[in-house]
């Protein structure tokens, strides 16, 4: 069965450096999005990408983080200046469709650490 | 503003049941369950659109009282791979880019 699939699995980053996470959606699907999920608490929606643009952001998506489909099948998010608190789990995920009878399948997940 | 889940932790033995609740004090469009496992990625589990329907996956079935703007999750003769944490997610229109999730339920199925 096709799968979101994310690189690293694990990234440890100096507070103040940039890192970009990449993500390979499934392939016939359109609709991209990142989450991520602070140790212990909720998933939090960050982005979602349509159609080579972003579609919706949450507060926490800011000047800081950007997001780029830069071939037919990466999606990668990147933090230019990290900070402590983003230090989390993100998660890609994928849509096929635009119907919210479609369901969002997510990757493995990214765990970025910052020291 | 995110949905509220209840109860937010429940343990089972083996073959009991279970009703894990996700309200929402705005209009919802659709309902999204997914299951966590410690480290693992979310599983979906089943979406619920407006129209207050329901649905059942093996012995995992929800239902969406539009309502209420409530939405549960039903897990009945519960299985030890039960376990895990269960967020729901909900959308707000049809477009369904953004999922707002919940604070999640714990679930643990002891033998």
């Known amino acids: 069965e096709p799968e979101v699939t994310q690189t690293p699995s694990h990234q440890v980053t100096q507070m103040g450096q940039e890192v970009i996470l990449r993500c390979v959606p499934i392939?016939?699907?359109?609709?991209f999005y990142w989450y991520r999920q602070i140790l212990g608490q909720k998933v939090e929606f960050l982005v979602s990408?349509?159609?080579?643009?972003?579609?919706?952001k949450s507060e926490i998506f800011d000047d800081q983080f950007s997001v780029e489909r830069p071939d037919g099948s990466n999606f990668t998010l990147k933090i230019r200046s990290t900070k402590l608190e983003d230090s989390a789990m993100y998660f890609c995920a994928s849509r096929r469709g635009g119907n919210s009878n479609q369901p969002q399948h997510f990757g493995d997940g990214t765990r970025l650490s910052i020291l | 503003q995110q949905p509220v889940q209840s109860p937010q932790a429940v343990i089972l033995r083996e073959g009991e049941d279970a009703v894990i609740n996700c309200s929402s004090s705005?209009?919802?469009?659709?309902v999204h369950w997914y299951r966590q496992k410690h480290g693992e990625a979310p599983v979906f589990l089943m979406i619920?659109?407006?129209?207050?329907e329901q649905k059942g996956h093996e012995k995992i079935s929800a239902s969406f009282n539009e309502k209420k703007q409530q939405s549960s999750l039903y897990l009945t003769a519960s299985q030890l791979s039960y376990s895990g944490t269960y967020f729901c997610g909900t959308g707000a229109n049809n477009a369904g880019n953004m999922l707002t999730f919940g604070g999640g339920t714990r679930l643990m199925v002891k033998p």
């Open positions: 619920l659109l407006k129209g207050g």
């Open positions: 392939s016939n699907h359109l609709y």
């Open positions: 990408f349509y159609n080579n643009e972003i579609s919706e």
């Open positions: 705005k209009a919802l469009y659709s």
